[in-house]
Each structure stands twice: as C-alpha cells, then as structure tokens.
C-alpha cells in the first residue's frame, strides 16, 4: 500500500469517527433536557398543580389548573379555525394541482410556514386585539391557528394527491359530482394521514409561546371565556421561570414536565389514530 | 444444428467469420471455429473457481468457475436476472458496498486472490475500471470528471493531469469532440458522449481490466456502435470483460463468451463455438431465440 | 347541468379557503406595515442604523436587535451546520441499517421540544455551565447569560432541521454517483465526497432553513441572551435580539410610537426570514430536479458527427 493510499484511509476513519461523534453531541443536550425536564418536573408535580389556581406573588403553593385549561381551550380555537381552512384550501390545491393560482396559494403557504411566531402574533395583534382594545383566547387561539395552516394544507394537499385515481373515477362514474366524490370517497381515503397531520400541527403549536405574549396574554385567575385574556401553559412557566422565585421556578420545571407530556400524548395518538383508521378503512 | 442457426434471421450476423471491421483496420481478422477453445495459462488474466454469491439467504450464483483471458473481449450473456452483473461486480468487488451481500469462492486476478485479507479494495478498483450501463458523470466539468480518480490518487502536476486526460480521451474516441469544451459541464454532452467519458474516466487511472455492464444499452443505434468499435480498439490493451442482453452485440465485440443461465454458467468458450455450435442445448435454445 | 353548477360551486368554495390563506400572508405584510407606519415616518432610514434604544426618550433605534439576531443566528449556524451534516452523514451512508430509524427519531424529537422548553433548561443549566465555563477562561464579564449561552442554544435548536434536510438530499442523490466513486478506487470518505457535491446546492439550502429558524427562535433566545441592547463582537457580553425585545418590550409599550418602533422590527424580522426562507426552497428543490434528471437515462438523439 503506497503512502498516499495509506493517507487516505486514515483520512476517511477519521472523518467517518467525526461524523459518529456529531451524532453523540447532538444527543447530549437532548439527554440532559430530556433528564432535567422529568426530574425536576416530575418531582414538583403535585395535586396542587392541577387543581389550584397560581398564588400571589410571593406566597408558595398553587397551581396550574387555569395554565392548563387555557391551552387546551387555545389549541381547541386553533384546530377550530386551522382545520377547516386548512384541509378546504389542500383539497382545493390537490384537486387543481396546475393552475397559477393554485401556484400562487402553495408558494403563500411555504412563505407563512417560515413566518416566525412573534410575526404571527403580532399579525393577531393587529386585527384582533387592538380594535376592541382587549386581549382574548380568540386572538391567541387564532394566533395559534395562523401557524397550524400551512401544516395542515401540506399535509392535506399531499395526501389526497396519493388516493389512487381509480377511486375517483369510480366515485364519478356512479354519478356522484366532483364535491360529493371528493368528500365521500377521496377525502376518507386519506383520513388518517389527515388526521396524523392535524395533530402533528397541534402538537406544534401547543408548545408556542411567543404569539401568545400580547393575544391570550395571562389570567391569573380561571377563565374560560372566549373574549377574556386566558392562561397558558406556555406563558406561565415563562412567567415563571424568569421569576425570582425558588418554588415558582419549580412549579415552571411541573409545568414544563407537563408540556412535553402533552406533546407526546399528541403525537402517540397521532400514530394510533392512523392505525386505528387504516384498519377501518380495510374493512 | 449449423442450418437452423443460419436461417434464423437472429444469428444472420453470426454467419460471418468475424464481426464487421471498423473502418480504422485494415484488412479482415478470421477466426477459426475452433481457435482459442482452450487457454493456455500465461494468457488468464482473471481466473474464477467454484463462486458462489449471496444477497442474504438467497442463492444468486452457484459455482461459477471461468477463465477470462488477458487482452481479449470477454461476453457475459443470458436472459436478464441470471446473475451477469452481480458476477461481473463481484470481481471488483463493487458488491461489498451492498449490505448483507457477500460471495464465496475464489477469484484470481493474476494469481492473486480479489477476496483475501491481503487485497486493498481500493487499489483493486483503481486495477479493475468499471462502466456502467447508465453513464454517471459527476456533475463537474469534463476534465475534472477524467481527472478525478487521478486527484483522488494523489496527482496535481497540471501537465501530467493534461496528458493524461488527453490521452484517456482519445483512447475513449472523444478527444475531438470535446478538446475545445474541456471546462464545460460534463452533463451537456449527449448520452454517447457521456458514456465514452465515462470511460474515457475509467481509463484515466490506467486500470488493467475494464469491466463493463451493459454500456451501450441505453444508447441509440449510431453511440452503440461507436462503443463497439471502441471496445474492439481498447481490447488490445485492457482485458474486456462485457455483460450485455444484446446477443448481436456479443457475437460483434466477443473473443469469447459465456452464457448464464439463474445464476449458472450454462456454458463458455470460444465466441463462434458459443453462437455456431454450442455444446449444451440450453445454450442453443438462447443464442437462436427460442426463449428469452 | 346541476353536475357543472355543483362542481364550480366545489371550486369556488375551496377555492374561497385557498384564497383566504393568500390574504392571511398579504394581510400580515399589510398589517405589520401599517402598524409601524408611526416609526417609519419619524425615523425613515435612520431607523436601521441608529443604536440608540431608548424609550424613555422616545429614540428608537434597531440597530442592536440586527446586530444581536444576525450575530447569535451566524454563531448558532458555524456550531450547528457540522454538527447536522455530520448527522445526517452518519445516518444516510455510515450508520448500521438498524440504527437508522431510532437515530432519526431521535434527531427529530430535538425540534420537537417547544422553545421555551429549551429556554428553561437554558437559564436553569446551560448558563450556569456557561459562566463556568467563562470563568474557566477569564472572560469579563463572567455573566453565563450573554452571546455565547444564545448562540449554543440556537445551534441545539437548529441542528435537527438542517440534519433531516440534508438527509433527504443525500438519500436522493442517485446511488450510480458514490458507485461511480468507487469504482475509481475512492476511499468511503472520497465516495461521500462526491454525493455532497453532488448535493451540495439542496445543502446550502438545508443550511439557510436552520439560518431561517435561528433568526427567528424567541424564547429561548430571550431567556438567555441577557437582554442587553448593546453592539458588541464579544461572546460573553449580554446583547439583544429583534424577536426577543419585542417579546419582551411589546405589552410594556406604553405609547404608539414605541409599540410602532417594535412592530417595524417586526416588519424586518418578517422580510428577511422570508427571504431566506425561500432562498432556501429554491436551493433544495433545484438539487431534487438535479437528481432526478440525472437518473433519467440521457437518450442521444441524434451523436453529434466528430470533426
């Protein structure tokens, strides 16, 4: 073997070690989150938690109850108002893949995919709080739903473009109008990957904190109105965790703890709902 | 048997003592049938025994043992999926990037075992030049396409890279075309000529055998033949080793050839011997079309 | 017919949402300009290159938030960008078949993690470690929160996005490319070579969608940055970002003016991210047609007749 040669092969280890180490520091920070969010979390985690409302400050004790409520009512608005347009706008997209305007609403919801969520906020902002001059879960809520769209257009979109033709043409030969097959047959087809992508959106967007600071804004207290600042989760454990205080430091590490959970939850069922779907669809 | 090869419109071909000359030689080479039947041993350049080839659990050679002589065109035919290219990537050992792939047997280049500890795959494969039935380029220029397994090896005097290049072109019947574009992108050149850079590429780094896997398949009639002349050119200084579907194409180009049938070697030998008077009825049911 | 009137009333109608999702992304173009319009108006161009930020005042200047986003985002990107392309190296062509799947996942279960997520974690163990760290090498100030505390977790942040798109690049480049390498008697490393290049305008686009993220991440960044408008090419100083002063600075706003200064930052923060963001679709769809193109086998029409 001539020295050049040799040269190369060590050069190759060594680059092809690099490549193995980058994978192990990319999975450090992740194990320490991970280690972190459910030791300290989890120990803080209390009956407490869910049942009290956050104390004044300065006094120990409460919980999240509101916190957690709020962002299961948020996600609700969201999907509410993500859903619909979003699916309505893929299954327009897939049905008239080639014409310009068609073009022209992907190349818009690629654009709104890359929007940072502070921007959407603000967006929410502009049309929603400032002209009645109050914060809301509505303007959270769709604050949310903005980031959801163009998740579930693609996934939507992408989805129904691989329902097999036949399945179409059988629908409209029996008669049935573009509308009735696409919504009857084609749409059901593709349910579970739908479905999948809904939540994958939600569970997205259950994390955000950041447009929800001047929409939903906070409440201590429990709310569930619509029109009505709300608490989140989110927003709390910031609130929280850049607070001076040792057990409101905790109660961010619970809340924190409980965010990933339901994230997780999210997409597990995620998963489940398409099995469960594709076995009804095959019989 | 002689006669039902010769109506066969298939073989019309094969009636001529030797493929059609290029224009570029003088004069008719003429073989004799039985010329070449066996093979003196100075002249094997690459020398198979009993191989056998798995992808995983399944069996896709079985006891392959053949002789390929030195500076001659050998032919792999049989139907497709008999195992002619995973043979041919065996001997430099281009399967060993497929996972779960792995061959038993021995395979000699020279006397020396392909498969053994000893051998340097890499080293191997800069010996054994390999073109592919889809001609794969590098999307760079065609003179850093030519001199990329000379960089890789360590050259970087310009001027030994130029004659090089210059040389393999030529070699690859190219030079001409592409002597004014040498800076242009491989990928603007049609689909003969980015199959004779290809091996005008192979041919860069100096290999002693050119393994090739259907070159020509996927050109039109006027690059096909232009490989084939190439491939009766380049056979007086590389032993070329050819699989191909194409049995007029192997009756042109071959010295000899060998005829595979799932993963056997049905039978080889001299070039006329095979398509004129094969000794196994297998073989003579392939070469006059009866199946496949 | 009723078919033909049942069928456009289909089109119409979803085409109505499909129209509502292109006046949603013109809408917040509109909006964010007309809720800055204040701020453009006293400070024009200005507006960019003034440091000052002070809203006691009323003197706004974006300066700081430019510098500390595209500085923390430039960082974030040299930390990250090896980190991922080695990741989805090891993953595409080194690792075992079985490590695959699970490598991936875990991969992808780092952008799963919500920011402010990261942003705890940060504050409660990244910057301690940091200042330590800091201490170790007799920075001043020895804060933990500061430049460099941002600028490793925006990297975290970014690595699975630039990792799984730079991994479908790889998978996409045909396999006749590294077998073409190998041939010519390439090492594993040289073979890998060639896919990169042959990938590499859908990896520089991999790398400009982790760029696109890191501008505009906010709440991690916010929680460990230190929240300090200064200009500074120091690692350890606390600096400011465009996201993070409007996230914190938006509901303390007393006046239009200084709510309109913050919306315009925003306005910014939309117009780059969405360029870059595009700039970095371009790039990796122009290298998934390259790869295509190349595997359709090249018919010659007609051979060109040599000289």
Known sequence: MTANLRRRKVFSRIFETLCALAVIVALIPLAMILFYVIKEGFGALNVDFFTHMPKPVGESGGGMANAIAGTLILIGIAAAFAVPVGCLCGIHLSEYPGTK???????????????????????????????????????GGVALGLLMIPIVVRTT?????????????????????????????????????????????????????????????????????????????????????????????????????????????????????????????RS | MTSALMTSSLTTDVTRESPSPPRFLAGEKVAKPDEGATLAQSEIKISVKDFDFYYG???????????????????????????????????????????????????????????????????????????FQKSNPFPKSIYDNVAYGLRIGGMRNKRQLDEIIERSLTRAALWHEVKDRLHASA???????????????????????????????????????????????????????IVTHNMQQAARVSDRTAFFMLGRLVEEGDKNTIFMNPKEKMTEDYVTGRFG | MKRSSDDRSFRIGTG??????????????????????????????????????????????????????????VLALLVATPIALGIAIFI?????????????????????IPSIVYGLWGIFVLVPIVRKVEIAMGAKPALGVGMMAAALILAVMV?????????????????????AAYALGATRWEAIKVAIGFGRTGIIGAVMLGFGRALGETMAVTMVIGNSPQISASLFKPQYTMAAVIANEFTEAADELYLHALIEIGLLLFIITVGVNLLSRLLIWSTKRRAITAVVMPMAAAEEVPA
Not at chain 1, 102 to 130: C, E, H, M, T
Not at chain 1, 158 to 180: D, F, I, K, M, S
Not at chain 2, 108 to 113: M, S
Not at chain 3, 46 to 70: E, H, M, Q, R
């Open chain 3, 159 to 179: 690595i699975p996005f630039t990792s799984s798109v730079a991994r479908e690049i790889l998978k996409n480049v045909p396999a006749t490319q590294r077998e």
């Open chain 1, 101 to 139: 305007f068609s073009s022209i609403v992907r190349f818009a919801a690629d654009v709104l995919n890359g929007v940072p969520s502070i921007v959407v906020g603000i967006f929410a902002y502009g049309i929603l709080v400032l002209p009645v001059k109050r914060f809301s879960a509505i303007a």
């Open chain 3, 92 to 112: 595409s062509e080194l690792s075992p078949r079985i490590l695959r799947q699970p490598l991936a996942y875990l991969t992808e279960l780092l952008a799963a």
């Open chain 3, 16 to 73: 109505a949402f499909a129209a509502l999702v292109l006046l949603i992304v013109a809408g917040i173009a509109f909006e964010l300009t007309r809720q800055s319009t204040l701020s453009i108006t006293k400070f024009g161009l200005k507006f960019w290159t003034t440091k000052v930020w002070d809203p006691v005042s009323g003197d706004f200047g974006a300066l700081p938030f430019i510098w500390g986003t595209l500085y923390s985002s």
């Open chain 2, 57 to 131: 659990t399944a069996k896709v050679l079985h006891g392959i043992s053949l002789d390929i002589p030195a500076r001659k065109v050998t032919a792999l035919i049989g139907p497709s999926g008999c195992g002619k290219s995973t043979f041919i990537r065996s001997i430099n050992r281009m399967n060993d990037i497929i996972t779960d792939a792995r061959g038993k047997g021995t395979i000699l280049i020279d006397g020396q075992d392909v498969y053994s500890g000893d051998t340097d795959v890499v080293e191997l494969r800069r010996r054994v030049g390999m073109v």
């Open chain 1, 157 to 281: 979109e992408e989805l129904l473009r691989l329902v097999p033709g036949g399945l179409r043409e059988g629908a409209l030969a029996l008669g049935a109008t573009r509308g009735r097959a696409v919504f009857s047959v084609i749409v059901p087809a593709a349910l579970p990957g739908i479905l999948t992508g809904i939540l994958v959106a939600l569970a997205r967007v259950a994390g955000e904190t950041a447009p929800l600071l001047f929409t939903a804004f906070n409440n201590r207290f429990w709310s569930t109105s619509l029109t009505q600042p709300i608490a989140s989760l989110t927003v709390q454990v910031f609130t929280y965790a850049i607070s001076p205080y040792d057990d409101w430091h905790r109660q961010a590490w619970a809340g924190a703890f409980l965010l990933v959970m339901m994230i997780l939850a999210l997409s597990i069922l995620a998963r489940l709902a398409v099995r469960r779907l594709e076995r009804m669809n």
């Open chain 2, 187 to 241: 990928l603007a050149l049609s689909g003969g000529q980015q199959q004779r850079l290809c091996i005008a590429r192979a041919l860069a780094v100096d290999p002693e055998i050119l393994l090739m896997d259907e070159p020509a398949s996927a050109l039109d009639p006027i690059a096909t033949s232009k490989i084939e002349e190439l491939i009766y050119e380049l056979k007086e200084s590389y032993t070329i080793v």
